[in-house]
């Protein structure tokens, strides 16, 4: 049987990661409480087991341990464990809020999940070093053939021979035999079945450009019976460009070469479900922190409290957009030809909406709008008319890549340089926000939550 060992892998893999999650729990504890003999016991008994279960169920949907040699990497396997351990620690959250734990040690969980991930790391880290030196030295390697002989089928073999720590063993190439490719063969496609077999090979790859259909199809279906891979090798090297996107149209696949952005649909999803649980979450939860931001701005100036301006979002729709008002009444008409906020010396602004502004609570009402679908938590920031204008005369291109994405309550542009002055600074703002649609990512927009956060709690919010 081929690969009798790597079957191993899944199973091991799974016992380590519930060692490492049990060690950083009972390690934790210890480091704690100081003692270890009353970990079983209510209530820390339950919390264990809840671990444990997550854990399992965490495994079973997202099976984060099958992949590819290719994504067999250091740096891919901490990133995904991270991922799964911030999913992990969401759902400890909503548990403890569910059955009201507040007798649980929060510098108990905080050190358990840093045991767990430096634990899960090195063994990641040490794991991938391992197999690889393993697999440079000639064991748990794959065998391969490429059929179709070009400059195609050159590249995949160079960029196996440059890496060898992947275990790809090469054994030849395949084609139709003619006087200029005749010496660097193994064989014709007459000697393809009986050479798999024989050499028990465990991929075949297929260069498009050089072959018929009917010799792929001859290919796959053998596959099965022959036990063997098949990875068919398209050259789109010079003409392929970023959004590039697959189509069905029933069972034929249709290659989408748009310049235009593709919106991934699965990381549109989880974000669409991520806003409408947190929004939905701050708003309940964060309901008197509003009421008595409402009362504040109120008693300190006449007018609303709530101010409503139209704004640009995704693919130009425009929609209202709400935040506590940080100016005087009818301030935001311009004054001696200022339309933008001049930072704290403006007039306009409150003693209270200066505050507000600099710790970013004004912006709070947005997840109003993002319950609605009109913004998301991360996005760049919506813009009003005269933005619009202004951007669409200095930077029509880097202007309307932005409308691609959903606008969002935080962006890279509102964490580094804050609210612009002038259109010299809302181009600079808009630098750092062309940088999302490319980068837009789970962990990327915690990253941008988390740096709006700190914003907050510092009040240094431009």
């Not at 929060?106 to 070093?129: D, K, N, P, T």
């Not at 065998?143 to 073999?157: D, F, M, N, P």
């Not at 809302?426 to 789970?442: A, H, I, K």
Request: glycine share 8%; with cysteine; net charge neutral.
């Amino acid at each position: 049987m081929k690969h009798r060992y790597s079957i191993l892998f899944f199973p091991l893999h799974v016992i380590i990661d519930f060692l490492s999650l049990n060690v950083g729990f009972l390690g934790a504890y210890w480091i704690k409480f100081h003692e270890i003999e009353s970990v079983s016991e209510y209530p820390y008994g339950s919390l264990w087991a809840i671990f444990n279960i997550i854990w399992l169920i965490e495994i079973v949907l997202v099976k984060p341990y099958v992949y590819p040699r290719q994504l067999f990497k250091s740096d891919h396997l901490v990133k995904q464990l991270v991922v799964l351990v911030f999913v992990h620690v969401g759902v400890i959250a909503i548990y403890w809020i569910a059955v009201k734990g507040y007798y649980y040690s929060r510098e108990h969980l905080v050190i358990a999940y840093a045991i767990f991930l430096l634990l899960g790391s090195l063994v990641r880290i040490g794991g991938v070093l391992f197999l690889q030196e393993y697999r440079a030295r000639g064991y748990n390697h794959r065998r391969y053939i490429v059929v179709g002989y070009g400059k195609l089928a050159k590249t995949i073999h160079g960029f196996y021979e440059a890496h060898p720590e992947m275990g790809f063993h090469f054994y030849g190439y395949f084609d139709d035999q003619s006087p200029e490719n005749g010496e660097f063969l193994q064989g014709s496609y007459q000697d393809l079945p009986a050479y798999i077999k024989e050499n028990r090979i465990d991929c075949v790859y297929c260069c498009m450009p050089y072959m018929d259909n009917n010799h792929i199809r001859t290919i796959v279906d053998d596959a099965v019976e022959s036990d063997y891979q098949v990875k068919l090798l398209v050259d789109f090297r010079g003409f392929l460009m970023r959004g590039t996107s697959v189509e069905y149209h029933d069972f034929l696949p249709v290659l989408n070469l748009s310049s235009q952005v593709i919106a991934d649909f699965r990381i549109s999803f989880f974000k669409r479900a991520f806003d409408i649980i947190f929004s939905s979450s701050m708003l309940i939860l964060g309901s008197p922190i509003f009421l008595i931001l409402a009362a504040i701005t109120k008693f300190t100036s006449n007018g609303p409290v709530i101010f409503a301006q139209k704004r640009y979002g995704r693919l130009g729709q425009v929609f209202t957009i709400y935040k506590f008002r940080s100016m005087y009444l009818s301030s935001e008409k311009s004054i001696d030809g200022l339309q933008h906020s001049q930072g704290e010396t403006d007039p306009r602004i409150t003693p209270w909406g200066g505050f507000m502004r600099r710790t970013r609570l004004d912006e709070l009402p947005q997840f109003v709008n993002v319950l609605l679908g009109q913004m998301s938590i991360v996005g760049p920031r919506p813009l009003a008319q005269y933005d619009v204008d202004a951007l669409m005369e200095e930077v029509p291109t880097d202007f309307q890549k932005i409308l691609t994405v959903k606008p969002g309550i935080t962006s890279i542009g509102q964490v580094k340089f804050g609210y612009a002055v002038s259109i010299e600074e809302m181009v600079q703002r808009l630098r750092y926000d062309l940088l999302y649609p490319e980068r837009r990512s789970f962990l990327f927009d915690m990253w941008i939550i988390a740096q709006t956060v700190r914003v907050m709690l510092q009040g240094r919010g431009k």
